[in-house]
């Protein structure tokens, strides 16, 4: 994925955020607290969900998920009156 080909050729879809994610990395800071926690500088895991969606697209399958128990839910109701 990160090559930036696509099974066809050409630019793979996720490659463009890869490629942000990447630029941003370049200035990142990771700062280590005293508890252990680690703590992000920057804005760059917004830039890392944003790359992480365009490969699992984990919440666009929950959206889809809920669209379609909203509809099943709908169309029970209608066909209980």
């Known amino acids: 994925m990160s090559s930036g080909r696509g099974l066809n050729g050409g630019v793979s879809r996720c490659y463009p955020f890869f490629a942000e994610f990447k630029e941003c990395l370049k200035t990142e800071e990771i700062i280590t607290r005293d508890d252990g926690k680690i703590k992000w500088k920057n804005?760059?895991?917004?830039?890392?969900?944003?790359?992480?969606?365009?490969?699992?697209?984990?919440?666009?399958?929950a959206m889809v998920k809920r669209v379609n128990e909203e509809e099943a839910r709908q169309k029970a109701l209608a066909a209980g009156r």
Do not use: M
């Open 43 to 61: 804005e760059c895991y917004k830039t890392r969900e944003d790359y992480f969606e365009c490969l699992h697209a984990k919440k666009e399958w």
